[in-house]
């Protein structure tokens, strides 16, 4: 790997240093205009992160971090590790950094697992490093059969709320994962920086079941995007707690369809429809679910 001309100086494995959080921060919201310095007050960078960078002085004007993403795949814990947080200043492109940084990251990747996964809008860029798109699937069907509730109902939280921030980051320190055959079993900062950005998601808290799910809605039907909590529970016994919380959702009643994107082997409940979808994410390495439905919840990235 060749290295930069000067005056760029190479920096790495600086997630505990809260001023180059900042700066990558920084740099994230020149090329993506997206403002991921609220994930301080909302448990900080992924524990394990490993970002790569070139700065000048300050300021960073490249960035590619690794981090391990465990999960549970086929039935097993896995641990893959997952490239996030790539961007290079416009007015520093096409200098090698990118490139540069890849290999860095990768290399150390390669050290630590034999899968390697990322989400992207520009799979072309990726293919040249061993990147090849998934297959990924939805659910739908109708709702299940109801059960009674247990009257102590949903709220949704609110991020910008200490009390309701931090309910959610402790529930992440012992998350289940929401399916045996795909299914994260941390992912914290991406979570809560997917909700930041997509208002229209809704996180509700729902009491009886100590678990927070990611819904939304469209007037008739309801889509569960995920789920944060101890053990997972039915798809009837979510519904039956949203109760007339879903009317704030838009919703006037029950949901007449219901889409889960992620797999539901945990819900009891069994859909009628599979449905093709495109999150955009590549895998490098043996991928165990080629050829079986299934996605990793788009709360993810």
């Known amino acids: 790997m060749t290295a930069p001309a000067a005056p760029l100086s190479l920096r790495t494995g600086f997630a ?9 921060a920084a740099l994230l919201n020149i090329v993506f205009d997206i403002d991921i310095a609220p994930l301080e007050r909302l448990g900080g960078w992924e524990e394990g992160s490993v970002p790569f960078a070139w700065f000048e002085g300050e300021t960073c004007v490249a960035n590619v971090t690794a981090h391990p993403k465990p999960m549970m795949l086929q039935g097993k814990a896995a641990t893959p590790w997952s490239i996030v947080s790539v961007a290079t200043r416009p007015d520093r492109r096409g200098r090698g950094l990118f490139r540069d940084l890849m290999a860095r990251a990768l290399a150390h990747c390669d050290r630590e ?25 939805a659910f739908a069907g109708s709702p299940p059969a109801p059960i009674p ?17 931090a309910r959610l980051v402790a529930l992440f320190g012992d998350r289940a994962p929401v399916s045996d055959l795909c299914g994260l ?5 991406f979570f809560m920086l997917k909700a930041l950005e997509e ?21 008739k039907g309801l889509r569960l995007l995920d789920i944060v909590g101890p053990a997972i529970p039915s798809l009837a016994a979510i519904l039956a707690e949203l109760g007339t919380a879903l009317g704030g959702q838009g919703l006037d009643g029950p949901p007449s369809r219901i889409e ?14 599979i449905i093709p979808e495109d999150s955009g994410w590549m895998v490098r390495g043996p991928w165990p679910l080629d050829g079986v439905p299934a996605m990793l919840s788009p709360m993810t990235l």
């Open 199 to 219: 208002p229209q998601i809704a996180l509700a808290w729902l009491e009886a079941l100590r678990v927070v799910a990611a819904i939304e809605t469209d007037g």
């Open 113 to 137: 697992t034999d899968l390697v996964i990322l989400a992207t809008a520009t799979p072309d860029l990726y293919r040249p490093f061993g990147f090849r798109p998934i297959a990924e699937h």
């Open 185 to 189: 079993l941390a992912d914290r900062p």
């Open 260 to 273: 889960v994107y992620f797999p539901p082997d945990r819900l009891a409940w069994r859909p009628a429809e």
């Open 149 to 165: 509730a247990s009257g102590l109902g949903a709220r949704r939280l609110d991020l910008a709320d200490d009390a309701d921030a």
């Open 16 to 24: 505990a240093d809260p001023a180059a959080r900042a700066a990558v």
